[in-house]
T-cell receptor, first 113, second 112 residues
Framework: KQEVTQIPAALSVPEGENLVLNCSFT??????LQWFRQDPGKGLTSLLL?????REQTSGRLNASLDKSSGRSTLYIAASQPGDSATYLC????????????FGIGTKLQVIP | DGGITQSPKYLFRKEGQNVTLSCEQNLNHDAMYWYRQDPGQGLRLIYYSQIVNDFQKGDIAEGYSVSREKKESFPLTVTSAQKNPTAFYLC???????????FGQGTRLTVV
């Protein structure tokens, strides 16, 4: 059974700092991994999608990496801003069959002005 | 604009009552999903549908029912058999190739 863990559960940083959020998964037979952002009381907004054959994806100040063999992904946020404050979730889609998605609980990020 | 619309945003249910949550998408996606989100837990899959007139149970389907009569619509009914329905419900959709998933803004259901 796939398990997805996100560390830390919460993170508070001053504005302008670069930061890294971690996601680990137990089963390396994945189809893709997706990072989401969730604001309080809102739905999930897709940030980056990494296919299993890829090593990283970049979008603006965000960079996500994937190491399937070690079961790890990181989300790097450069020059953090107060508007980045949100909960960040990673989701792993299994390869084969229905391709079930397993979500982590998320990392709650607060960027202090 | 293309997207997923969930309604209502807030819903209150009395004990023993069935309620239906709406999910509509105009992204032309074949697959649609319902998730439940509780504090301190990851999203859990309730039901999913990969094609019209077909749907499958997820991990926590007991006490819920769905229909998929149109490609654009995937309503979720929370029945009186669901003993702990208070939660945040999220609908999502993706292409048939199961790539990127798109989510609605959620419905918060509270039992009163």
């Amino acid at each position: 059974k796939q398990e997805v863990t996100q560390i830390p559960a919460a993170l508070s940083v001053p504005e302008g700092e670069n930061l890294v959020l971690n996601c680990s998964f137990t089963d390396s037979a994945i189809y893709n991994l997706q990072w989401f952002r969730q604001d309080p009381g809102k739905g999930l907004t897709s940030l980056l999608l990494i296919q299993s054959s890829q090593r990283e994806q970049t979008s603006g100040r965000l960079n996500a990496s994937l190491d399937k063999s070690s079961g790890r992904s990181t989300l790097y946020i450069a020059a953090s801003q107060p508007g980045d404050s949100a909960t960040y979730l990673c989701a792993v889609r299994r390869s084969g069959g229905y391709q079930k998605v397993t979500f982590g609980i998320g990392t709650k990020l607060q960027v202090i002005p | 604009d293309g997207g997923i619309t969930q309604s209502p945003k807030y819903l209150f249910r009395k004990e023993g009552q069935n309620v239906t949550l709406s999910c509509e998408q105009n992204l032309n996606h074949d697959a649609m999903y319902w998730y439940r989100q509780d504090p301190g837990q990851g999203l859990r899959l309730i039901y999913y549908s990969q094609i019209v007139n077909d749907f499958q149970k997820g991990d926590i389907a007991e006490g819920y029912s769905v229909s998929r009569e149109k490609k654009e619509s995937f309503p979720l009914t929370v029945t009186s058999a669901q003993k702990n329905p208070t939660a945040f419900y999220l609908c999502a959709s993706s292409t048939a190739g199961v790539t990127e998933a798109f989510f609605g803004q959620g419905t918060r259901l509270t039992v009163v």
